[in-house]
């Protein structure tokens, strides 16, 4: 137990939460209790964007923690993905909600939904909002990405900007400058 | 004053209960305004980095160099065995009392994790106040996400305060509810100049001025949401107050009256003492009024604020509420409200945001009140909003307050008007 006034990282369910904004077409279904959607207020009031993070939370209270918070999260999940079809989703447990151990990979794969889903476990009392969002991203490429051709002229992948990353937005702007430059 | 309501109230207004996704803060936010509320306390959040960061996101520029909260931050090793915890929970606790001899009461705040682990703070609180006495006192309340929201994380602040306040038998008025000092003295000189006293306040600014309560112990809510703080004060004998909340010129005429009734203190003598207040809030919130007037409205769930606000907007200031959602509606303390409230509006509990989204987008209100995460993205969508949590961050009770609260609603009104939007 540390004491804490002040903290530069987050848990690293933010972190997911970051790659997923910085992203279109992908969804994160998120564990959690009620209260955490606070990190919504991140994107729409420091960075300003003019839409929701793409996360669903299932914000369970204590009253569900005697029944099936398992099945709260399958509806969750199924509701989320009908609502706003996404082409893969992102899915797992905040601090609290990797206490429960209800397991949301397997329950959102046992939905047996039409697009991918890909698992994530981010160890909240070990880890921290950086490692958080290098870990989503490492299990998305690993989860989704495909061989393909090589485009016939010189083309540039820029791995790594997220949404609420430092300077992430001017950096991809130089880089392509540079970039257009050769 | 707007004279223009409907015969009934909302009293039978049946209440469209949602379960989805709740777009609300939990309760440990109330820590932001508390910690500035009372002066000598220090609240030590035992959690996890979600509750550290939360705070930090929430306080924002609030977190000066050694501020009067903080995060007590679960590792591994706190989750394996408890008696480590506890431990680790002490030393802390040494430690930060040691080096802060200004702090008189800490409070040792429950979280998510803390509560589902099940962490017994309630019994470390004790362990810790026989250690600290006389000097600290230790209490214990859970503002978690899943016990509490929003506001409610007062209400259990203050709900843990009521079984340590010292037994009295002198009939006294107390205040409930954390408000602004300058709100604070404008009722207790309102208070004073009838004639009405000894009127105490909880929580105090200080500790050494924490109230007594017992039989004779008149007390008299300021805010909505203090159910489980009623409660205790109830099990202590002390007698409530029933009355509207004081937004407004009706809500602070009649919640004045309903404290007077109860001493004794004539009708005559306190619109006496209350007229030129009143007559200016009058006069100042009929200016705002004209912005107002004809606007409809719609209220997220945020505070347990919804249901006086709109009653004062829709009596005082001629708007006209289409969805009024609480997270929370304690039928007792919000009756005298619902008498109020013009019939008319949707009301609604619980939330499921996706779904309130739906309606509130098919309705297109003139102003929309919702939280930070939902604000901009509406905004985007060419509705005009208003923060809620400045409701509860801005003086807005009694009759000085009145016309800046109508104020609060009208600005984003008129800003979209200079923007041309």
Redesign the interface.
């Known amino acids: 137990?540390?004491?804490?006034?002040?903290?530069y990282?987050?848990?690293p369910?933010?972190g997911a939460m970051r790659v997923a904004t910085g992203m279109e077409g992908l969804h994160y279904v998120l564990h959690a209790?009620?209260?955490?959607?606070?990190?919504?207020?991140?994107f729409?009031?420091i960075e300003?964007?003019?839409?929701?993070p793409p996360v669903?939370?299932?914000?369970?209270?204590?009253r569900?923690?005697g029944e099936d918070t398992a099945t709260i999260f399958k509806d969750?999940c199924a509701?989320a993905v009908e609502?706003f079809k996404p082409e893969a989703i992102i899915v797992g447990a905040?601090?609290?909600a990797e206490?429960?151990q209800d397991d949301p990979g397997g329950l959102a794969e046992a939905l047996n939904l039409d697009i991918p889903v890909v698992p994530l476990e981010l160890?909240?009392?070990?880890r921290?909002e950086s490692w958080g969002a290098g870990e989503t991203f490492y299990q998305i490429v690993r989860g989704l990405t495909r061989p393909c051709a090589r485009t016939d002229e010189v083309s540039c992948n820029i791995l790594g900007p997220t949404a609420l990353g430092f300077r992430h937005r001017d950096d991809v702007t130089e880089i392509m400058r540079l970039l257009e430059g050769l | 004053m707007n004279q223009r309501f409907a015969p009934s109230g909302c009293q039978a207004t049946p209440i469209l209960k949602e379960r989805?996704?709740?777009?609300?803060?939990?309760?440990?936010?109330g820590i932001i305004w508390l910690h500035r509320k009372m002066q000598d306390a220090f609240f030590?959040v035992?959690g996890?980095?979600?509750c550290?960061?939360?705070l930090?996101?929430?306080a924002g520029v609030m977190?000066f160099a050694?501020?009067r909260?903080?995060?007590?931050?679960?590792?591994?090793k706190?989750?394996a065995g408890l008696a480590d915890?506890n431990e680790?929970?002490d030393r802390?606790v040494a430690?930060?009392l040691s080096r802060r001899p200004d702090i008189r009461q800490l409070f040792l705040v429950g979280s998510?994790?803390s509560?589902?682990?099940k962490l017994d703070l309630s019994r470390a609180a004790e362990r810790l106040t026989k250690t600290h006495a006389p000097h600290v006192r230790v209490l214990n309340y859970s503002g978690?996400?899943?016990?509490t929201?929003f506001t409610e994380g007062e209400d259990a602040c203050l709900a843990a305060m009521v079984p340590e306040l010292a037994a009295t038998d002198a009939k006294e008025l107390l205040l409930v509810g954390a408000l602004p000092d300058v709100v604070e003295d404008q009722f207790l000189r309102l208070f004073r100049e009838m004639g009405l006293g000894p009127v105490r306040c909880l929580p105090a600014r200080r500790a050494d001025d924490a109230p007594g309560v017992g039989p004779n112990t008149h007390y008299l809510l300021a805010q909505p949401f203090l159910g489980a703080t009623a409660l205790e004060l109830d099990r202590r004998g002390a007698q409530r107050i029933a009355a509207p909340f004081p937004f407004g010129v009706e809500g602070t005429t009649a919640w004045l009256h309903a404290a007077a009734a109860a001493f004794g203190i004539p009708r005559e003598k306190v619109d006496e003492v209350i007229a030129a207040p009143r007559a200016r809030a009058e006069h100042a919130v009929e200016k705002v009024a004209e912005r107002l007037e004809g606007q409809s409205i719609f209220f997220f769930p945020d505070s347990q604020m919804e249901i006086p606000l709109a009653r004062f907007l829709a009596r005082e200031c001629g708007m006209e509420p289409i969805e009024v959602g609480t997270p929370y509606l304690h039928g007792e303390l919000m009756a005298p409200e619902l008498e109020l409230l013009p019939s008319g509006p949707q009301l609604s509990e619980g939330q499921d945001v996706?779904k309130q989204l739906d309606r509130c987008r098919a309705v297109q209100p003139d102003l929309t009140v919702c939280?930070?995460?939902?604000?901009?993205?509406l905004?985007?969508e060419g509705l005009s909003t208003k923060w809620a949590i400045e409701l509860v961050f801005t003086p807005v009770h009694g009759f000085e307050q009145a016309a800046d609260l109508a104020e609060l609603f009208a600005r984003p009104l008129r800003r979209r008007e200079r923007l041309a939007l």
């Open positions: 137990m540390k004491l804490a006034v002040w903290t990282e987050g848990p369910h933010v209790p009620q209260g955490d959607t606070y990190a919504d207020l991140l729409t009031m300003r964007r003019n839409h929701r669903t939370y299932t914000t369970f209270q204590a569900d923690l969750t509701e609502r905040s601090c609290t206490l429960i160890p909240s009392y070990q921290k | 989805g996704q709740r777009e609300v803060f939990c309760g440990l936010t030590l035992v996890s980095r979600t550290a960061h939360l930090q996101s929430a977190i050694e501020p909260f903080g995060t007590a931050i679960m590792e591994e706190d989750l915890a680790e929970l802390e430690r930060l998510c994790p509560e589902v682990i978690s996400g899943i016990e929201t996706d939280g930070l995460g939902l604000a901009n993205p905004e985007a």
